[in-house]
Every structure is written in C-alpha cells, then in structure tokens.
C-alpha cells in the first residue's frame, strides 16, 4: 500500500518495485490495479514497431530530445522475446539510449516474454497504465512489430507508428507482417539508403496514411514525425465516437485476457494439486491420452475441480 | 467421420476441407483429432523460421525440389498474420512456390492468424497433426520468426532452421529476436552479400550450433542444409530421453493451450448470453468498473456461471 502512495508521489523507486511485482504476476496486481486504474487517462501513448534493424530505437531516442526539450516527462516501455544473453532486458537499445540514463524525467524500461502468451501482453498494458497514473506525459511503447503478440500489445497506443527501412523486403512481405492493419503512420527511415523513396512509393499506393522519410540517425525528420503524430492524436479525440469505440474494445480485451490468463495459472497449479487433473496431465504427458480427449473431460467436468 | 476416411486414405479434397473445419474451430475437432493423434509420429517435422525478406520461401523451394528428387511426400505449412489484402493467406509466397503446382505430392498451406492469440498456435498444431497422420513424410513449417506466438509455434518442429541475411541487423537485434533459444541450425542466406561471413562469425561466437551460408536463389547450400537437419534430427533420435522430455512438454503445452482456448471461447460466448457476464463486461467497457475488479467478481464467483 505504502508503495502505491509513494509512487503516486513521484517516487521512482516504488515505481520500479511496481513493475517488478507486475512482471512477476504477483497476485498483489488485484489490489494495485483498481487503484491505478482510475488515475489513467492522462498520458499520450505512442507504439513505435518494425522489424529489426528499422532504427526504431534510434528514432526513439531522437522523439525523446524532442520531448525533453518540450518539458515533457516521458516513460519508454520496450518490449522483448526473452533471450538467455540478456536475461530478458535490452541491453543493445538501453546502450544506444544511455544519453538520457543522467535525466531524471526520461524513464526507460524494458519487458522480456516470460514464456505465457497472455502474460507478456497482459504485463505490458499493466505497466502502460501505471506509467499513465503515475504522470508521464508521453509513454513510448516499442515492439519488434512482427508477430501476433507483439501487433495486439500495440492496440493500447493511441497512435502506432510503424517504421521500415528500404531493406526491409518486398511490400508482399510487408503485408505479411500484419503491419498495415495496425499503423497510423509510416516511417521510412535510414531514407538516404537507394530504393527508399521506392519504398514509399509502393507504400503509398497501398494506404492512405502519412508515409515519412526519416534519417533518425541524423535527427532528419523527427519533428514532421510528432507533428503527424500529434494531427493523428488530435483526429482522434474529435472523433468521439470512434475514441469511444477503441476505449471499449481495449477494456474489454483487458478484462478477457486477465480472466482467461488466470484460468492459466490456476490450472497450471491445479495440475500438481488436484488429484483429477495430475493424472490426466500425466496421462497426457505419457501419451496414452490424447489432448484433446483429456480437454474433453476438463471442459464436462464440473469446473469446481479447477479452481 | 467420411471425410476423415476418405483422408486416410490419401483424399486430398478431403484434408483441405479438414483444415478448413480446424480453422473455423468447429466443434468437430475433439471427434476428429483423437482419431488423427493415433496416426501421427512418423513425419519428420522442421520450422523455418527468420525476419521477412531473409529468403525463407526461396529457400523452402529448394528444400521441396531436394525432397521430390527423393520421391518425399511433402506438406508446407505458412503462418502469417492476417492482412486485409492478403485475406490472411500467402500471395507473395504462393506465387514463388507455384513451381510445385502440377506436383500432387506437394501440398502447400497458409494459415492466416484469427486475432485471438491461442487460437493461431492451437490451429497451427492441429494443421500439423494432420498433415503428420495423413502420411507425409515432411512437414515444413514456416513463420515470420519474429514474435512470441511465432516463436512458441516451433515447439512442434523437431529441427528448427533460422534463416537471416547480413542485413538481419546487428547481432544484438538477433539475440532479441529470441531466436537463438529456439535455433537448431543457423542459416546465412543471401550470403554472397558483403558482412555474410561476419554474421556467420558473430553467430559463431554466441552458438555452438551448425551455421551454414547459403544462397537459395542459386541453390547453393541447399544439400548441405538438409544433411545438417538429417544429423540433428538423427541425434535427437539417438538421445531418446531428451526427446521423451520435449514430447512430454510438447503434449503438455498441447492440453494446456486446448483447455484454456476453450475456457476463453466459452467467456466470449457467456458474455453475450450470461446476464451476471453480460453486465460485467458492459460495466467494464463503459469504464464504470475497472477489469481487475471485474475479474476478480468473475475468479470469485462460482464458476458455473461461464460454463
């Protein structure tokens, strides 16, 4: 509890611990998110994805100079795969972004897949809506944009930003990667490379969205990039009915997912507790039953053995 | 129960309509997977996996032509998140791979991702069994390589092949791509490309695993990669109580993902039809109850109400 208040004072350090308690799943998330909850809102929220190699964190770190330069306190959320070389964290993005590490206003953070599906998503929106509480003014997600996870986590940001690089395939190929569904704005970056006003060209014929050619690596093109951030954020709050509409498919997500991914976990503990389950779990597990018999009987039995 | 005979007894039009109900989820599926799960263990299962544009069609393509020369029976399956202009299926890739359209002993797949997050893997997977007890010798998976879900779906290969160009990006981004956990085999493709042999000795410093270079377009290295696989595949037989363990694990992920897939389509369903649900979910899309508070009336209540 002290924590909560601590934080809703300013106080990085409770924020932190937090986080921590959220990537851990404690069960203290019940108590920790109605009360963070009600003081969300306030925040700008940017999804910056691409592939790879894009210089999403490069740009990044020039949108935050920008930012800094504004006054504006601003949270970074970056989201990994986890990996056994880093442990889960960025330690390649939190290099590059160690020019703002002295600057009490810039809050960087990065997330690492704990395995779950649900969880990773799940986690990520807690941490956004507890950096919104907390008062950052801008809080920046960055995803590696391909993947289903990664996309879906996107559906919190108000405005996604999607960057590619010339290099970045044949436009089939970027249709693959769902990334037109889910972008407000193009970026081609590193735009001094051949075939990047190509890029743009084939872009343009596919959407009606802005497409900007960045440099980010030179600051080329971070300001156009917040003002079309800023238009797309101001269309967005005039059109109320569609505010509404994204307000209530991401509530109601959030709310599935928690209740579904708790169904997980409880099942999960359930498999070496409940006598019933351990042994169709170990049935399975040896193959003289095959999943899908064993679900069977999961789902007709009464639910009261799962809980 | 017709189509599943005529299935087992080589009916293509059959599979396809098959795949076609494990894509809808119908409800068919816990009559018919049972009945497929007795049949599958015998084809050899590899991923392909890597960020858009490393050559991993072309690539396949080769790997098909290899397979055909030794008279292989051989079925591709492509995941790839769902686009309006694709309409969730594989365009660019059907076009490449369109060489093997006369050939009846090449079946080639697309799944296109369904929104829900369980749902691709689960689909994915049951698509494999099938294909497994229908009597393929090979099965090919490939997805973006990219991506939690992604990622968790080459649980089912029993070889994974990573394919990356020297454009991958730096080897920190690969290492945050969360492939080199799930890598069995590295691939250098494009490798006639300047810095292919840097990748490859960067790779080399982090993995003890094979890293071959290879240039699909040319069909160089094509051989090679398929004797590496064969040698994994062959130590994993070999080492019969690993591969018992990642069995186990593999049929454990398998129930777990069924069970709690059809927990959240039975919520999604009870939300409209449940008059207790049916409140929760308006009150927590109106923003009047915040979903934590709401998912602890729903784990707290008894659970016949979702049933």
Known sequence: MNLVQKMFKGDKRALTRLITLIENQSPFIFELMPKIYRKTGKAQIIGIT??????KSTLIDQLIKLFRHQKKQVAILAIDPSSPFSGGAVLGDRIRMQSHAGDSSVFIRSVGSRGSHGGLSRATKEIVRLFDAFGFDIIIVETVGVGQTELSIMEIAQTTVVVLVPESGDTIQTMKAGLLEIANIFVVNKSDRPDSSELKRQLSEMTSIPILQT???KD???????E??????????KNNKELELKRKAERRGEFLEIVTNEYEKKLKLASHTDKF???????VEEGSKDPYSAALEV????KSSID
Chains 1, 2 share one sequence.
Do not use: D
Not at 220 to 226: C, D, F, I
Not at 277 to 283: A, G, P, T, V
């Open 50 to 55: 691409g592939p790879p190699g894009a210089g």
């Open 215 to 217: 440099q980010a690596i």
């Open 220 to 226: 080329v093109g971070t300001q156009e990039l917040w």
């Open 228 to 237: 079309k951030i800023k238009e797309h954020s101001e269309s967005l709050k």
């Open 277 to 283: 389950l351990k042994k169709l779990f170990s049935e």
């Open 299 to 302: 789902i007709n039995k009464n």
